[in-house]
């Protein structure tokens, strides 16, 4: 049986995207599996995690000045703890991500990176990792 590996990452700011692909990749080796599927699965309510460039890292202050505009800090929400735009902003992003192994590593493309997107930070937030063989 696999057992769930689980690393921490320090967000600097409110809102952060901090690739974990290395810590993912880590998780990985350490199992052992060579062929299967890894779930990456972020256990908070404003945090998430996505998939994307990881090359130009415009790329992510794009991200976080779009998804600030949509889903605004102060909008007349109602929830008394005063974050409901990182709760939406994680529901909306998601909280996990499936990636094939093959031949012991990640297939992701060539530009692609994993993100732990973070929306009411700083923090300290916990990220688990389960990899299935088959
Ligand atoms: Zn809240």
Redesign the pocket.
Known sequence: MSKVYTFSVKTPQTTAMIDITRQVQEALINSRVMNGICIVFIPH??AAVTINENADPDVVRDFLMEINKVIPFSDGYQ?M????A??IKSSLMGFSETIIIEDGRLLLGTWQGIYLTEY?GPRVRKVHVKILEG
């Open positions: 309510t404003t929830h703890e005063g974050n409901s990182a709760h009411d």
